[in-house]
């Protein structure tokens, strides 16, 4: 299938960051940074760009922000970690200027969800701020598909940065940290208001590689948005099998509706504002609407997306769904 429109994936269960929900649970594998980061334009350049160049990574110790760091780290790049345990935090303003003074660039993922209450607000009053600091050079993550994530793109371009939108597809990853890990682990089983629509699932190390590349190659990517995903379209009843294949155990799905997941969350404690959000989301993006393929990934890492799959078989080598 060709390229998708507009879309931002999903929100609190692909955005969050470990220092912002107690929810996370990161299991990290030993691969994240093995495999080198294709660049169209030549390793010198890009080395003679990074030399001169930090970047303030905004949820440094959650899934992606903790991925584009160890990424940055890897194509030479000064790293300054961005997380309520470095002092950083989205809710306070104050908290801002000193992460950002004396950087070059900054990768910014607003938690839960860049779709969520007050996302726009606060995404477009740091830039500004970055931008009066001159740190011009901002990547946000975003989701395709995702109408809400409009008004915070938006309050991006319209900041006076030169940026970068990066709008991935549902994270691989979503099946081996955070929510959605525990019960495969404990039940083996994974129940979830996705039905038996297709998604492009992508590596988030995919994600982290293409933001590295966008900050490295100069004006390239500057006021672009980038769509990435997966190679190939997987229901989440065909990715739980492909994750028990990988894990050795017999693992299952059961399709529920949005509110029925909604109605599990609050009695697992979960507040009535980001429940009802959740309801909202997944009833919007679980429709269909996102079961097609990006480009993005082979745009500008000039490679093909790591498969499902490999995914699957390197996160079941962790022990991650061991009961």
Same mark, same amino acid.
């Given at each position: 299938?060709?390229?998708?429109?507009?879309?931002?994936?999903?929100?609190?269960?692909? +955005?969050? *960051? $470990? @220092? !912002? /929900? #107690? %929810?996370? =649970? &990161? +299991?990290? *594998? $030993? @691969? !994240? /940074? #093995? %495999?080198? =980061? &294709? +660049?169209? *334009?030549?390793?010198? /350049?890009?080395?003679?760009? &990074?030399?001169?160049?930090?970047?303030?990574?905004?949820?440094?110790?959650?899934?992606?922000?903790?991925?584009?760091?160890?990424?940055?780290?890897?194509?030479?790049?000064?790293?300054?970690?961005?997380?309520?345990?470095?002092?950083?935090?989205?809710?306070?303003?104050?908290?801002?200027?000193?992460?950002?003074?004396?950087?070059?660039?900054?990768?910014?993922?607003?938690?839960?969800?860049?779709?969520?209450?007050?996302?726009?607000?606060?995404?477009?009053?740091?830039?500004?701020?970055?931008?009066?600091?001159?740190?011009?050079?901002?990547?946000?993550?975003?989701?395709?598909?995702?109408?809400?994530?409009?008004?915070?793109?938006?309050?991006?371009?319209?900041?006076?940065?030169?940026?970068?939108?990066?709008?991935?597809?549902?994270?691989?990853?979503?099946?081996?940290?955070?929510?959605?890990?525990?019960?495969?682990?404990?039940?083996?089983?994974?129940?979830?208001?996705?039905?038996?629509?297709?998604?492009?699932?992508?590596?988030?190390?995919?994600?982290?590689?293409?933001?590295?590349?966008?900050?490295?190659?100069?004006?390239?990517?500057?006021?672009?948005?980038?769509?990435?995903?997966?190679?190939?379209?997987?229901?989440?009843?065909?990715?739980?099998?492909?994750?028990?294949?990988?894990?050795?155990?017999?693992?299952?799905?059961?399709?529920?509706?949005?509110?029925?997941?909604?109605?599990?969350?609050?009695?697992?404690?979960?507040?009535?504002?980001?429940?009802?959000?959740?309801?909202?989301?997944?009833?919007?993006?679980?429709?269909?609407?996102?079961?097609?393929?990006?480009?993005?990934?082979?745009?500008?890492?000039?490679?093909?997306?790591?498969?499902?799959?490999?995914?699957?078989?390197?996160?079941?080598?962790?022990?991650?769904?061991?009961?």
């Amino acid at each position: 299938m060709g390229p998708c429109g507009a879309r931002q994936l999903t929100g609190a269960m692909t +955005h969050n *960051t $470990a @220092d !912002d /929900t #107690a %929810r996370t =649970t &990161a +299991h990290d *594998t $030993a @691969d !994240d /940074t #093995a %495999r080198p =980061t &294709a +660049h169209h *334009t030549t390793g010198c /350049t890009v080395q003679n760009a &990074a030399r001169s160049m930090t970047v303030v990574v905004t949820g440094a110790s959650g899934r992606t922000g903790g991925r584009v760091a160890r990424a940055a780290e890897g194509a030479g790049l000064g790293v300054r970690s961005a997380s309520r345990t470095q002092g950083f935090d989205w809710y306070d303003a104050s908290t801002w200027a000193d992460v950002l003074r004396g950087a070059d660039a900054a990768y910014l993922v607003y938690p839960t969800d860049v779709g969520a209450p007050g996302a726009a607000d606060a995404v477009g009053r740091l830039a500004r701020e970055a931008v009066a600091l001159g740190v011009r050079r901002l990547v946000l993550l975003s989701s395709r598909g995702e109408e809400r994530a409009l008004p915070t793109e938006e309050a991006l371009r319209t900041s006076g940065a030169d940026w970068t939108v990066v709008r991935a597809a549902w994270f691989a990853q979503n099946f081996s940290e955070g929510p959605l890990v525990e019960g495969l682990r404990s039940s083996g089983e994974l129940v979830f208001p996705g039905g038996e629509v297709q998604e492009p699932f992508v590596d988030l190390r995919d994600v982290a590689d293409v933001v590295v590349n966008a900050l490295t190659e100069g004006d390239r990517y500057v006021g672009r948005t980038l769509d990435v995903s997966g190679p190939r379209l997987l229901t989440f009843r065909e990715a739980v099998a492909e994750v028990g294949r990988a894990a050795g155990r017999e693992l299952t799905y059961t399709p529920v509706s949005a509110r029925q997941y909604g109605e599990q969350l609050a009695a697992l404690g979960v507040p009535p504002e980001e429940t009802a959000f959740l309801v909202e989301l997944f009833e919007s993006l679980l429709d269909g609407r996102n079961a097609c393929l990006s480009a993005g990934v082979q745009e500008v890492l000039g490679r093909e997306p790591r498969d499902f799959a490999e995914f699957a078989r390197e996160a079941a080598e962790t022990g991650v769904w061991k009961s």
